[in-house]
C-alpha cells in the first residue's frame, strides 16, 4: 500500500505560481512512475505532468514551458511547480504512483487562479 498526500494549492492570480508537493508513504520501495492530473470543473480528469524514477518526464501540450515536475527520492515527494498560471488551469490537482502494477491515488488539492 502507497499513501499520498497533496498539499500546496490555493488561490492565486493569473500570470503568477504555486508549487504542488505530493508526499509518499508506506510500501514506497520501487514505486516507478509518479505524477500529476488535474480535474476541472465540468472536465474528465487529464494528465499533467509525469516523472518515472529515472527522471525521464512527460507533460500535457497545454502545461508545456510552464510547469515542471520534479523528484527528491530521498524525500519519497513529488513537486510540481507552476509558473505563468492561467484561469483555466483551474482544477483539483491529483498526485499519483505507480507500485507493483497499481495505480494510487492522492485525495487532491485544488488549484484556483482567479483574479
Known amino acids: 500500500q502507497v499513501q499520498l498526500v497533496e498539499s500546496g494549492g490555493g488561490l492565486v492570480q493569473p500570470g503568477g505560481s504555486l508549487r504542488l508537493s505530493c508526499a509518499a508513504s508506506?510500501?514506497?520501495?520501487?514505486?516507478?512512475?509518479m505524477g500529476w492530473y488535474r480535474r476541472a470543473p465540468g472536465k474528465q480528469r487529464e494528465l499533467v505532468a509525469v516523472?518515472?524514477?529515472?527522471?525521464?518526464?512527460n507533460y500535457a501540450d497545454s502545461v508545456k514551458g510552464r510547469f515542471t515536475i520534479s523528484r527528491d527520492n530521498a524525500k519519497n515527494t513529488v513537486y510540481l511547480q507552476m509558473n505563468s498560471l492561467k484561469p483555466e488551469d483551474t482544477a483539483v490537482y491529483y498526485c499519483?504512483?505507480?507500485?507493483?502494477?497499481?495505480?494510487?491515488w492522492g485525495k487532491g488539492t485544488l488549484v484556483t487562479v482567479s483574479s
Open positions: 499519483k504512483a505507480v507500485h507493483g502494477g497499481v495505480n494510487y
Open positions: 508506506g510500501s514506497i520501495f520501487s514505486i516507478n512512475a
Open positions: 516523472i518515472t524514477s529515472g527522471g525521464s518526464t
